[in-house]
């Protein structure tokens, strides 16, 4: 890319971005910081997180002075705001994840905490929804040997997608909605899982599907390791021990390990279980359904949430 081009490009995208954050009235100096640091340098923030960065033992000091500050979980303080809260993000079905890559319009939907129960960012606002940009995946990438293809994330909507399109060129590119789709079935196919996230220093709201692993994911990694990063999909697999014939195929694709097989059939795990639905995309036998189980919250299904929140406003 012409080098005058590209800094015309970040230039226009970094004052998008900030002309948004304008809008919000509690979008403090540190989250201005904190924004462009993570959109900026994405590959160096994850990395650093993760640990598998060149400069993670450098900067591990800023790291845990930063986490210092972070309020610790109380539980007789249910409104504490915690790590957990301000990046987080929502297992969604394919079919879900699809809905959201194919919106047509602007949409506003805002206080989620039925479907996200997390504190902050809790809303999915989108400005130019097939505006996409599909980056290499940050998880994936700082990983001596990733799986593959990198290339997998999906960043939805302005005034991000451009952002990263203009910072990260050579790791990024523009795609159509329907490509958006194929991106998410293939992963589906591959055993992996699709999660809306959410950051309040992305503006407080959702700005991307990634679409990883547990070898890989950050996210899912440290939800395994006891901090809440994820919420279920609001689903959970449901198995018909009638059809079911215990080959373990369920279990071997689960990214969560919700599923085990005993003599005779697959048995889901209640608390693991996430909803995403790679168990029944990749059941031969079709013994293996996703149901709606209120105890595991709401689906992020745009669809349904508009005409709610429509319903809500007499619109």
Not at 10 to 16: G, I, S, V
Not at 296 to 307: A, M, N, W
Request: aromatic content about 8%; some cysteine; charged content about 25%.
């Amino acid at each position: 890319m012409n080098r005058r081009k590209q800094n015309t490009d970040t230039k226009r995208a970094k004052q998008a971005f900030f002309a948004e954050a304008d809008k919000i009235d509690h979008f403090t100096l540190f989250d201005r910081l904190h924004a462009y640091v993570y959109l900026r340098w994405p590959y160096l923030y994850i990395g650093v997180a993760k640990g598998n960065h060149p400069l993670a033992k450098v900067l591990a000091p800023i790291y845990k002075a930063v986490a210092m500050l972070m309020p610790k979980k109380k539980a007789d303080d249910p409104e504490q705001v915690t790590f957990a809260d301000t990046y987080h993000g929502k297992v969604v079905p394919t079919e879900a994840a699809a809905q959201l890559v194919t919106i047509q319009e602007d949409i506003r939907i805002e206080d989620l905490e039925q479907v996200i129960p997390y504190k902050k960012a809790r809303s999915v606002i989108m400005q130019d929804p097939d505006h996409i940009v599909v980056i290499e995946c940050p998880c994936r990438s700082s990983k001596e040997n990733p799986c593959l293809p990198l290339d997998v994330c999906l960043i939805i909507g302005e005034p991000f997608a451009s952002f990263a399109a203009a910072y990260h060129p050579e790791r990024s590119r523009w795609i159509t909605q329907s490509e958006a789709v194929e991106i998410l079935e293939a992963e589906r196919d591959r055993g992996h899982v699709s999660h809306a996230f959410f950051k309040d220093a992305m503006l407080g709201r959702f700005y991307a599907i990634c679409n990883c692993c547990s070898c890989c994911c950050g996210a899912m990694q440290a939800h395994r390791n006891g901090t809440p990063m994820l919420a279920p999909s609001g689903y959970l697999a449901q198995v018909d021990e009638a059809v079911c014939i215990g080959c373990g195929t369920c279990s071997e694709y689960c990214q969560f390990a919700a599923i085990i097989v005993n003599n005779v059939h697959a048995v889901v795990d209640f608390d693991a279980c996430m909803g995403c639905g790679v168990c029944e995309a990749h059941c031969d036998q079709g013994a293996i359904r996703l149901v709606l189980d209120e105890r595991k919250g709401i689906p992020l299904e745009v669809g349904q949430l508009r005409v709610n929140a429509n319903s809500f406003t007499g619109a």
